[in-house]
């Protein structure tokens, strides 16, 4: 299983853009207190829609808490300051939990921890004077790319709600 994990995030929106991609992929969702927000906020809900109820998202007090309760969990972390990026390592695995931390808005993982875990380190790439991208558009990058390399186990690969055909029933021919 993939595991997100949000160590403090500020902004709701992407929180709930990310609640929202968890439950496509079916993920869990571990937030790392403080938050900058409550999850009963209005625009957390509104940009997690009400896949909210259908992801298991775990709180913790702090990153001391995160670490207790999931003792050497198969753990790696997103930041500019790696050298290695985020496809060179093996998901493919879908017998494995994966964990995968996301730092805050403002000021990312702390660089101690990044320091403790340098080999587990991963990076998108970008343009040289590009600070970061998006926190909601990082996860999906990265989380959808473990996806790719277990084949994308468990998901659909073709319509399924308006059915696999749709685009070539009658009523769309020309």
Do not use: W
């Amino acid at each position: 299983m993939i595991n997100i994990v949000l160590y403090q995030p500020e902004i709701p929106q992407n929180t709930g853009n990310i609640i929202r991609t968890a439950m496509a992929i079916g993920a869990r969702v571990h937030l790392i207190k403080p938050l900058g927000f409550s999850l009963d906020e209005k625009s957390l809900l509104r940009a997690s829609m009400d896949y909210i109820n259908d992801v298991d998202i775990i709180e913790y007090n702090n990153i001391d808490d995160f670490y207790l309760k999931n003792p050497n969990c198969n753990i790696f972390y997103v930041t500019r300051y790696s050298s290695s990026c985020y496809t060179d390592f093996d998901f493919s695995d879908v017998t494995k939990d994966y964990f995968v931390m996301f730092g805050r808005e403002s000021t990312g993982i702390p660089h101690q921890i990044l320091k403790n875990n340098l080999d587990r380190t991963m990076r998108i790439p970008m343009k040289i004077n590009a600070r970061s991208l998006n926190l909601s558009n990082s996860v999906a990058i990265v989380v959808y790319e473990m996806k790719r390399q277990q084949d994308f186990y468990s998901l659909a690969t073709f319509e399924t709600i308006k059915g696999e055909d749709f685009l070539i029933k009658e009523e769309f021919k020309k």
